[in-house]
């Protein structure tokens, strides 16, 4: 299956032609999309019927040569990926985009692609590094102050978490002669006590953290997502922080990661949510609240069982779709209302158009985790796959956070006028609403999801509407109050700070779980 | 532990001090390089790595040749850090176009005032 493979280079190969396609640039990008889509497509199709698939890239099998493997997770965002990228696509039609623009995406997507199909620790530095840079270049790519200093303070503290990361990997060199993961792994189960495994870890864990949205070591998050243009703010949220997560679920089914994905998990959704809950700029708090849904994710990775880590990567699939829903939806109000200010956009909401009202109300129904829409099945799968009464009630409480936090839209949830909104961008948003219902439908049916029981579900969506009142209600007792939280930990050197103090904490966790 | 590793983990802390108290951003990026540069340092000076011979050619034993893993290694990061750094540089370039500043602090401050405004 030389698939695998084929899908970095094609999208590497269309994008040099991007820079020299001139006019018919954008007919080059929707036909990598069509041929990239076929590709996933029988991709997914070999894995669902056969399971995961090895390839080793120049014949070179084990721990000498690159191995890539595409199993459940791969698919998963494999797929996540094709959609969001036809979404940008659709959305930034209307825009007259230069080469550039296409040609960065498409390495970006190659980054992507390659990454969910890494099984050594050198591959995945190589790629979540050329992933991050084209990132950087996007948020960049108007040029205005905030995004070029928001993109600037990404840079150095990715740059820090893989340095972080490529002295774990040099860690692990050292002990098992390999980077790969399968080698680190037969490694790790031989002598589990071995002191260098907890050292490893922690900073493989820290470096890779830094990119997947873990609220402690992502500080540039909040600023990078929320100034960057809508549809690379989808991107980013959507996909790009989704890898790191990816890596982050490979880290843990090596190393005994489970009670520090607990803690981190439990801190990020936390944190989040709070902070989206006392945010005033509607991209800011989505930006927040990609924080705060990574933490559930952390959460069902922490569980450490297979069937809870697939559950986990459902949902990181769930918030991509409707993450970017939101930011396209906050993209074309913000351009209607002429500010993305929260209470500007209330007194103004005669004027957001039927487009962003849909995707809000779609977007915010499924992160709220009302059924029947993507958030309730992938948070129920969540639920359904075990884990501690403490796990259930950690999900509880981030879930009445998330609906407290949204609460405060709810005057923008409304099906306006029309009005003038581009037709490629219109299509995004139906997409992406089509995508989040049809998921959501669909979830029960998919492989691995027997868990999901139809009489428990009645007892889920109950217990989610009672959650999402419980927030509502936290939110109206709390809206008068206007409590600012210290802004000092996003600067670039508290940012610094704190990536080096979660490291430290995440090495005593380790040390504590042995 | 070779003289290497040592030096290396030095270097890491070092810069990792620099990039915090440094407020200048073109001395953040040097930090930035010396971080990279550390990385690559413990990467080819790992004790698994020892060796002076050229892994390459006729009748070079295993147990004197450099391995050559981690040269491959330090090439590829070689070539991302630098990419990453050129990029770094041009961030600083046109905020500097901006702000007439490269102290980390006020370009924060101006930033907010003007998100704020």
């Given at each position: 299956?030389?698939l695998v493979?084929?899908l970095?280079?094609?999208?590497l190969?269309?994008?040099a032609?991007?820079?020299?396609?001139?006019?018919?640039v954008r007919w080059v990008?929707?036909?990598?999309w069509?041929?990239g889509?076929s590709v996933?497509?029988?991709?997914?199709?070999?894995?669902?019927?056969?399971?995961?698939?090895?390839?080793?890239v120049?014949g070179?099998?084990?721990?000498?040569?690159?191995?890539?493997?595409a199993?459940e997770?791969?698919?998963?965002l494999?797929s996540l990926?094709?959609?969001?990228?036809g979404?940008?696509?659709?959305?930034?039609s209307?825009a007259?985009?230069?080469?550039s623009?296409?040609?960065?995406?498409q390495v970006?997507v190659a980054?992507?692609?390659a990454v969910?199909v890494?099984?050594?620790l050198?591959?995945?530095?190589?790629l979540l590094d050329?992933l991050t840079?084209?990132?950087?270049?996007l948020v960049?790519?108007?040029?205005r102050?905030q995004q070029l200093?928001a993109?600037l303070k990404y840079?150095?503290?990715a740059?820090?978490?893989m340095g972080?990361?490529l002295?774990?990997?040099?860690v692990?060199?050292?002990h098992?002669?390999s980077m790969n993961l399968?080698?680190?792994?037969?490694?790790?189960a031989a002598?589990?006590?071995?002191?260098?495994i907890?050292?490893a870890?922690a900073?493989?864990?820290?470096g890779a953290g830094?990119?997947?949205g873990i609220?402690v070591?992502?500080?540039w998050?909040p600023?990078?997502?929320?100034?960057a243009?809508?549809?690379?703010?989808?991107?980013?949220?959507?996909v790009v922080v989704?890898?790191?997560?990816?890596c982050?679920l490979?880290?843990?089914s090596?190393?005994?990661?489970?009670t520090?994905?607990?803690?981190l998990g439990?801190?990020?959704?936390i944190l989040?949510?709070?902070?989206?809950?006392?945010?005033?700029?509607?991209?800011?708090?989505l930006?927040f609240?990609t924080l705060?849904q990574i933490?559930?994710?952390l959460?069902?990775?922490g569980v450490?069982s297979?069937a809870a880590?697939?559950a986990?990567?459902?949902?990181?699939?769930?918030?991509?779709v409707?993450?970017?829903l939101?930011?396209?939806?906050?993209?074309?109000?913000?351009d209607a209302?002429?500010?993305?200010?929260?209470d500007?956009?209330?007194?103004?909401?005669?004027?957001?158009?039927?487009a962003?009202?849909?995707?809000?109300?779609?977007?915010t129904v499924?992160?709220?985790?009302l059924?029947?829409i993507?958030?309730f099945w992938?948070k129920?799968l969540?639920?359904?796959t075990?884990g501690?009464?403490f796990?259930?009630a950690?999900?509880?409480?981030?879930a009445v956070?998330?609906a407290?936090?949204f609460a405060?839209?709810?005057?923008l949830?409304r099906?306006?006028?029309?009005?003038?909104?581009a037709?490629g961008r219109?299509a995004?948003?139906g997409v992406?609403?089509?995508?989040?219902?049809l998921f959501?439908?669909t979830?029960?049916f998919?492989p691995?999801?027997?868990s999901?029981r139809?009489?428990?579900l009645?007892?889920?969506?109950a217990?989610?509407?009672?959650l999402a009142a419980a927030?509502g209600?936290s939110?109206?007792l709390?809206?008068?109050?206007s409590i600012?939280l210290?802004?000092?930990?996003?600067?670039?050197?508290?940012a610094v700070?704190?990536v080096l103090?979660?490291f430290?904490?995440?090495?005593a966790l380790l040390g504590?779980?042995r | 532990m070779t003289p290497?590793?040592v030096v290396a983990?030095l270097?890491?802390?070092?810069a990792t001090?620099?990039?915090v108290?440094?407020?200048d951003?073109?001395?953040?990026?040097?930090?930035l390089?010396?971080i990279?540069?550390s990385t690559?340092?413990l990467?080819?000076?790992?004790?698994?790595?020892?060796?002076?011979?050229a892994p390459i050619?006729?009748g070079?034993?295993p147990?004197t040749?450099?391995d050559?893993?981690?040269?491959a290694?330090?090439?590829?990061?070689?070539v991302?850090n630098?990419?990453?750094?050129?990029?770094?540089?041009?961030f600083?370039?046109l905020?500097?176009?901006?702000?007439?500043?490269?102290?980390?602090?006020?370009?924060?401050r101006?930033?907010?005032?003007?998100e704020?405004r």
């Amino acid at each position: 299956m030389m698939l695998v493979a084929a899908l970095p280079v094609l999208h590497l190969l269309s994008a040099a032609l991007c820079t020299v396609a001139g006019r018919a640039v954008r007919w080059v990008a929707a036909g990598t999309w069509l041929a990239g889509a076929s590709v996933v497509a029988a991709i997914d199709v070999a894995v669902i019927q056969s399971g995961a698939i090895r390839v080793s890239v120049g014949g070179w099998a084990g721990r000498w040569g690159i191995e890539l493997v595409a199993d459940e997770a791969s698919v998963a965002l494999l797929s996540l990926l094709v959609l969001l990228h036809g979404c940008v696509l659709l959305h930034e039609s209307a825009a007259r985009r230069r080469g550039s623009f296409y040609a960065l995406l498409q390495v970006g997507v190659a980054a992507a692609s390659a990454v969910t199909v890494s099984n050594d620790l050198f591959n995945l530095f190589v790629l979540l590094d050329l992933l991050t840079l084209v990132s950087y270049l996007l948020v960049g790519y108007e040029r205005r102050p905030q995004q070029l200093w928001a993109s600037l303070k990404y840079l150095l503290l990715a740059s820090l978490g893989m340095g972080l990361f490529l002295v774990g990997g040099a860690v692990v060199y050292e002990h098992t002669g390999s980077m790969n993961l399968g080698v680190l792994r037969e490694a790790v189960a031989a002598a589990p006590d071995a002191p260098w495994i907890g050292l490893a870890g922690a900073l493989l864990l820290a470096g890779a953290g830094v990119k997947a949205g873990i609220f402690v070591l992502s500080l540039w998050l909040p600023a990078a997502h929320a100034v960057a243009p809508p549809a690379i703010s989808a991107l980013l949220s959507g996909v790009v922080v989704k890898m790191g997560s990816l890596c982050v679920l490979r880290l843990a089914s090596v190393f005994p990661l489970a009670t520090a994905l607990t803690v981190l998990g439990l801190v990020t959704g936390i944190l989040g949510a709070l902070y989206a809950l006392f945010e005033k700029d509607l991209k800011r708090m989505l930006a927040f609240h990609t924080l705060s849904q990574i933490g559930y994710a952390l959460l069902a990775f922490g569980v450490g069982s297979p069937a809870a880590a697939l559950a986990g990567v459902a949902y990181l699939v769930a918030h991509g779709v409707f993450k970017a829903l939101l930011f396209i939806g906050a993209g074309i109000a913000a351009d209607a209302a002429g500010s993305s200010r929260i209470d500007v956009l209330r007194v103004r909401r005669e004027r957001i158009p039927l487009a962003a009202g849909v995707a809000l109300l779609v977007g915010t129904v499924s992160i709220v985790g009302l059924p029947p829409i993507a958030g309730f099945w992938a948070k129920g799968l969540i639920t359904a796959t075990g884990g501690s009464t403490f796990l259930h009630a950690a999900l509880a409480l981030l879930a009445v956070g998330t609906a407290a936090s949204f609460a405060k839209l709810l005057p923008l949830l409304r099906l306006g006028p029309p009005g003038r909104v581009a037709a490629g961008r219109r299509a995004a948003v139906g997409v992406l609403s089509l995508g989040a219902v049809l998921f959501g439908l669909t979830l029960p049916f998919w492989p691995g999801s027997e868990s999901l029981r139809v009489g428990k579900l009645l007892a889920d969506a109950a217990r989610s509407f009672g959650l999402a009142a419980a927030g509502g209600l936290s939110f109206f007792l709390l809206r008068r109050r206007s409590i600012r939280l210290p802004r000092g930990a996003f600067f670039l050197e508290e940012a610094v700070l704190s990536v080096l103090l979660a490291f430290l904490v995440i090495v005593a966790l380790l040390g504590a779980s042995r | 532990m070779t003289p290497g590793v040592v030096v290396a983990i030095l270097l890491f802390g070092l810069a990792t001090v620099a990039l915090v108290l440094r407020r200048d951003l073109v001395f953040k990026l040097l930090a930035l390089g010396m971080i990279n540069g550390s990385t690559v340092l413990l990467l080819v000076s790992l004790p698994r790595a020892h060796g002076t011979t050229a892994p390459i050619g006729v009748g070079v034993l295993p147990t004197t040749a450099a391995d050559p893993f981690p040269q491959a290694y330090v090439l590829a990061a070689i070539v991302i850090n630098f990419a990453l750094l050129a990029l770094a540089l041009v961030f600083v370039m046109l905020l500097v176009e901006r702000y007439h500043t490269t102290d980390a602090r006020r370009i924060e401050r101006l930033v907010r005032e003007e998100e704020e405004r």
